[in-house]
Each structure stands twice: as C-alpha cells, then as structure tokens.
C-alpha cells in the first residue's frame, strides 16, 4: 500500500512545494518561500533535494541581490507527483468493505 509513496517528495515542505509546481507554470522562490513560510536556507535545501532528484528545473535570471530564481516541474517531476498523489489517495481511502477481515 505504502510503495508508491515517494520519499523524496513525502516530506510536507516538498509536498506543499511540488503541489504548487503542478498548478502553475513556474514559481519564484520569493513565492515558495512566503508561500510555505519557511526561511531561505529551509527552502533551498528542499529544492535542491527535488532538483537532484529531477523533479525540479531551476533557471536564475540576474545577478547578485537582484537576481531571481524561478522553479518549475521537470515531466519527471509531474510523473512522479501524480504517482504519489494517486498513491496517498488510495491510502487515505483505505480499503474497500470486501478487503476488510469478515468477523
């Protein structure tokens, strides 16, 4: 039941992060960041953990306190968020009445 979680994305903060991506085109990490209201370094760490994983492409446009930085989901990373939400569903949902031990 539990396989199909993904541990990459199961923590909350990556959860709240991929959910955000799925919805829109791309994200700035001012957003993510206000969004999840989470600091900078928080934030960075669980991006960085997505981007590894290939979930997340990150582009940075501009330099030094100017510049910023914008996320979007990797088709990786859009497979692997649908796979995890189906899979937290049907965990959630539990089983079916005819799955249940008969008493």
């Known amino acids: 039941m539990i396989n199909g979680l993904d541990p990459v994305i199961h923590t909350p903060k990556r959860l709240a992060a991929m959910a955000v991506l799925a919805n829109s085109t791309t994200a700035s990490f001012r957003f993510l960041r206000n969004y999840l209201d989470i600091s900078d370094s928080d934030l960075s760490k669980h991006m960085s953990a997505l981007e590894a994983a290939g979930y997340v492409h990150s582009a940075k446009d501009g330099r030094g306190r100017g510049a910023t930085t914008t996320f979007k989901l990797t ?25 249940l031990p008969q008493d």
């Open 75 to 99: 088709r990786d990373g859009q497979k692997a968020y649908n796979a995890h939400r189906d899979a937290l569903r049907a965990l959630l949902d539990g089983p079916s009445p005819e799955d």
